[in-house]
């Protein structure tokens, strides 16, 4: 059986939770959704890789958008985003992770 502790969260408006909430974007590519999120107040970043689960960039963040294909490299991760996010979510159990996916083909997926 599971014993949740209610934690009583501040009451806070759309305005205020885009002031405090740090969201990041690993990403090797580009897109326009983080510039759409900048303009529209969030503090958001966008990184190309993780060089170490100890940066700033995800210490300081709280929710975090990681690609699957395409990032990981820096720390030698074999599967790619899915490692980066075991790793952070190890690390810091905390954070709020996604996966983002762009320009996935099928054959991605599917070994012939």
Not at 3 to 15: A, S
Not at 44 to 65: A, G, K, P
Not at 67 to 90: H, N, P, Q, Y
Request: aromatic share 12%.
């Amino acid at each position: 059986m599971f014993f949740w502790k209610k934690i009583k969260l501040p009451n806070r408006t759309v305005d205020e939770i885009k002031i405090v909430c740090r969201v990041l974007f690993v990403d090797d590519q580009k897109f326009d959704t983080v510039e759409i999120l900048k303009k529209s107040g969030w503090n958001v970043t966008r990184v190309r890789d993780i060089e170490s689960l100890d940066s700033n960039y995800i210490r300081n963040s709280h929710i975090i958008f990681v690609d699957i294909k395409g990032v990981g490299r820096a720390m030698k991760f074999t599967d790619e985003g899915l490692g980066v996010v075991s790793a952070i979510k190890e690390r810091y159990p905390e954070k709020k992770l996604l996966f983002t996916l762009q320009f996935l083909k099928v054959t991605d997926f599917i070994k012939v």
